[in-house]
């Protein structure tokens, strides 16, 4: 999974301040999909994009959380006016184009802390 | 939801065996059984994939039932640095398919 880049790795913000999440897929990849993992908690889906589409965002709270997968550069994960609550690993993943058989990558995670 | 059920918690002893089950008796006949595994919260690990057939590679074995209805994941001589949640995921195997995580595994591996 070392193909998959996520930056920042560490990222400290302050109750309301916005988060911005990157994440470079592999090579090659055109979906990319997204998962919060709470403390002591499981990997929850949050979203699910391709290039310019928003395929699946069963997973994504109603507010402040918006995704996007342009065109060109990395899939970025936004949260607005962060709350404490938010504090969190955000994992992103990618896999090839749809009609290939195979597993998806996830990077290293962003490690979001809110103070 | 996922769709499987694991045990929460298993140990191991270093060099030995560990055999990690996994039940998903709602399987369809078009969804592949996945093996991930998360090392102290890294980013997940992909570890092998099977639809009926038995798979092996370099990190594992699948055994698959032939109702395909459970399957059991071998790591055939564990070490400390496999020490992990392991998670058995039920997908489609498109893109279109997002990975769906349980509660997984648990595996201690014992010295």
């Known amino acids: 999974n070392a193909g998959v880049m996520q930056n920042p790795r560490h990222l400290v913000r302050r109750r309301g301040q916005e988060a911005r999440l990157r994440c470079s897929p592999m090579?090659?990849?055109?979906?990319v999909y997204w998962y919060r993992q709470l403390p002591e908690e499981g990997l929850k889906f949050m979203v699910y994009?391709?290039?310019?589409?928003?395929?699946?965002e069963s997973g994504m709270p109603k507010e402040r959380f918006s995704a996007e997968f342009p065109k060109e550069g990395p899939s970025i994960l936004r949260i607005q006016q962060v709350v404490r609550g938010d504090s969190a690993a955000y994992f992103c993943a990618s896999s090839p184009p749809v009609r290939m058989n195979t597993e998806a990558f996830f990077g290293q995670g962003t490690r979001l802390t809110v103070v | 939801d996922a769709k499987t059920t694991q045990p929460t918690s298993m140990d191991c002893a270093e060099g030995r065996a560990a055999n990690l089950p996994c039940n998903h008796s709602t399987i369809s006949g078009n969804e592949y059984v996945y093996w991930y595994r998360q090392i102290h919260s890294q980013g997940p690990q992909y570890i092998i994939h099977g639809l009926k057939n038995n798979e092996t590679n370099e990190m594992a074995s699948l055994i698959i039932t032939e109702d395909r209805k459970s399957s059991t994941l071998i790591l055939p001589h564990a070490t400390l640095r496999d020490t992990a949640v392991y998670y058995c995921?039920?997908?489609?195997?498109?893109?279109?398919?997002?990975?769906?995580f349980g509660p997984g595994t648990s595996l201690s591996v014992i010295p």
């Open positions: 995921i039920v997908r489609g195997k498109t893109s279109y398919d997002k990975v769906i």
């Open positions: 090579k090659g990849h055109s979906h």
């Open positions: 994009l391709q290039k310019e589409n928003i395929i699946d």
